[in-house]
């Protein structure tokens, strides 16, 4: 069983449109994570979740919103999308210890 | 926030040879350490971490050390072998902290020469 998973793995679009990642854990975590990978590798984080409390990195613009429909999901949703958004989206979990990583989706926006 | 700085970001090795990856830090009460490999359309996969009271820790061919006082860390491969090609990456937090989540180096790109 894939520990966090993320769909689509794939997703091109033009620009101006909405779209959604989804991601799922199953290793029972309590902390979830958005993070943006750009075309240099940079990896910097976007949003971290719990059920109690979201975390918004300031930079983020406000067109990406994280939806968590329970403690396991925590989806993106990302508005009139613009071609800088271009980037691999990793989804994360934590629970006071390592962080666990999935597998990535890659958004081309056209 | 956090800031860690990562050097190099290119190192080529020749296979068998080790390679070494130097990371330092700026927020004096960051005490968790992992490194992170990842691979060609793969998400970033943890190798080994570190915690601030302990000075070194190794697991079989991967070693990590700790210098607090000088805020920076390592990470030493030995016997380099050709899967282990691949971006790594440092990363700092404070555990326990809060969810502002792991702040990473910019990554080394590692290539062992056969």
């Known amino acids: 069983d894939t520990a966090v998973s993320q769909t689509p793995k794939y997703l091109v679009t033009q620009m101006g449109n909405d779209k959604s990642i989804k991601c799922e854990q199953n290793?029972?975590?309590?902390?979830m994570y958005w993070y943006k990978q750009d075309s240099k590798k940079f990896l910097k984080i976007m949003f971290s979740?719990?059920?109690?409390?979201?975390?918004i990195n300031e930079t983020v613009p406000n067109r990406f919103s994280p939806k968590s429909p329970d403690k396991a999901h925590l989806n993106l949703h990302i508005n009139s999308l613009e071609l800088g958004d271009s980037a691999v989206y990793f989804c994360?979990?934590?629970?006071?210890?390592?962080?666990?990583f999935g597998s990535g989706t890659r958004l081309t926006v056209v | 926030g956090e800031n860690v700085e990562q050097h190099p970001s290119t190192l080529s090795v020749q296979e068998g040879d080790s390679a070494v990856i130097k990371c330092t830090y700026s927020?004096?009460?960051?005490?968790?350490f992992p490194w992170y490999k990842q691979e060609l359309g793969k998400g970033p996969q943890l190798i080994i971490d570190?915690?601030?009271?302990?000075g070194e820790k190794k697991d079989q061919r991967i070693a990590v050390t700790l210098n607090k006082t000088a805020k920076h860390f390592s990470l030493h491969i030995t016997e380099t072998q050709p899967e282990d090609s691949a971006v790594y990456f440092c990363?700092?937090?404070?555990?326990?902290?809060?969810?502002?989540?792991?702040?990473f180096g910019k990554g080394t790109h590692l290539i062992i020469q056969p």
């Open positions: 994360a979990s934590s629970d006071r210890g390592g962080y666990t």
């Open positions: 290793l029972g975590h309590d902390t």
């Open positions: 979740y719990n059920n109690k409390e979201l975390i």
């Open positions: 927020d004096s009460a960051s005490n968790y």
């Open positions: 570190i915690r601030s009271n302990v």
């Open positions: 990363a700092a937090i404070i555990s326990g902290g809060g969810a502002d989540g792991l702040t």
